[in-house]
């Protein structure tokens, strides 16, 4: 079933887009939310019309979509997360955190406007900004542990642990060792 989009759909098109979805999908969601409407030749033919009529307003809007695009385009975020001492989440870091951090340093944006999967590790990531349909702006994250100094003395900790108990376990078979060979050669 062909739609022409009514509204910006992450994951499915940009305003005034030809679709092709599925007659439930179409039929069900779509429609009945005002965010599409059936692409007949009458509804293909006004579209074409408006389009021609707003092309130098969606210029503009390209024009302050790569405006605001160039504002974050050199941004890198630091997330702090709590991590367990496996480098595992508790919990993720979500498209809503990372447009958190960028209102923190000022830039407002919508969360529904960023896509990325959800993080479950330390590390680095990219979160895609979607300005308009032409615009999109790569944005670094970097996952950092919160208690990364509480791990690191934890691990050495289990390390210095770990050593004793290996060192004295040969010491302890040692003797054993003996007893058992002493009463054989009685």
Do not use: C
């Not at 050593?163 to 302890?172: D, M, V, W």
């Amino acid at each position: 079933m062909e739609i022409i989009l009514k509204e910006d759909i992450i994951g499915l098109g940009f305003k005034n887009d030809i679709v092709n979805v599925k007659s439930g999908y179409g039929r069900n969601y779509l429609i009945p939310q005002g965010k599409g409407v059936i692409a007949s030749p009458s509804a293909k033919k006004i579209l074409a019309e408006n389009l021609k009529q707003q092309a130098h307003k969606i210029a503009a809007q390209k024009a302050a979509a790569e405006e605001r695009g160039n504002a974050i385009k050199d941004v890198t975020l630091t997330i702090a997360a709590k991590v367990s001492a496996t480098g595992q989440l508790y919990g993720s870091v979500t498209a809503n955190m990372v447009a958190d951090e960028l209102k923190k340093l000022g830039h407002d944006i919508d969360r529904k406007i960023i896509t990325m999967r959800d993080i479950k590790k330390v590390g680095e990531y990219t979160a895609l900004v979607h300005f308009h349909k032409e615009v999109i702006v790569e944005v670094p994250v970097i996952v950092i542990a919160e208690n990364a100094e509480e791990l690191k003395a934890e691990k050495e900790a289990m390390k210095a642990a770990a050593k004793p108990a290996a060192t004295e376990e040969p010491a302890e078979e040692a003797p054993a060792a003996e007893e058992a060979e002493a009463p054989a050669a009685e």
